[in-house]
């Protein structure tokens, strides 16, 4: 009997619990089942889209326990049936927010994200700025002028020139940043 390598095992915990079981294959190459290959394939699904729950043994609805429709990795379906709870089966907040694993203040962002956006709101997103939102093109390309090839930025320096010519107090990352310096220890 052939073990199978510690890295082939992750992702393969269902509720916390890891299922192993014996391989046997006549080419010596290790066969996966179907069922794994589905979950891991659904989570690998789920993590490019950016909706894989990151705590799902911190759900405590056993909907979500017994292995079926209910997914505890879909961060969506979780957000969903979390309101459901409140709205339709007139649980309190407090006893969903205790039971799907989160705080209030997260189950009041999710129904107002619901509530604007429908199921689409569910989906997590990176909230504020995207991008720079400070150094825009007037303000890079002054920057850009300020640069000498060949010399080292002065980042400190550059903010106060900023502060003078825009009226605007830019962190030096920020700057260094907009300019594409790297970062060094």
Do not use: W
Not at 119 to 144: C, D, M, Y
Not at 162 to 183: M, Q, S, Y
């Amino acid at each position: 009997m052939r073990l199978v390598d510690r890295d082939a095992l992750d992702g393969l915990a269902l509720h916390g619990i890891f299922i192993i079981t014996s391989i046997e294959s006549t080419s010596g190459a290790a066969q996966v089942s179907d069922s794994v290959k589905h979950r891991q394939s659904k989570a690998s699904a789920l993590a490019a889209d950016g909706t894989l729950n990151p705590a799902p043994e911190k759900i405590g609805d056993q909907k979500f326990r017994e292995d079926g429709f209910f997914d505890p990795r879909d961060i969506v379906q979780v957000k969903y049936e979390m309101l459901r709870r409140v709205s339709v089966d007139k649980m309190s907040v407090t006893e969903v927010s205790d039971e799907y694993g989160v705080s209030r203040p997260t189950f009041y962002q999710a129904k107002a994200d619901f509530e604007d956006a429908g199921l689409a709101g569910l989906v997590p997103r990176k909230r504020g700025p995207h991008g720079p939102h400070k150094i825009q093109s007037e303000v890079l390309t002054f920057l850009r002028a300020q640069v000498v090839p060949g010399e080292p930025i002065r980042a400190r320096e550059l903010t106060n020139r900023i502060r003078t010519e825009f009226g605007l107090d830019v962190h030096p990352r920020t700057i260094e940043r907009a300019l594409g310096v790297k970062k060094t220890a």
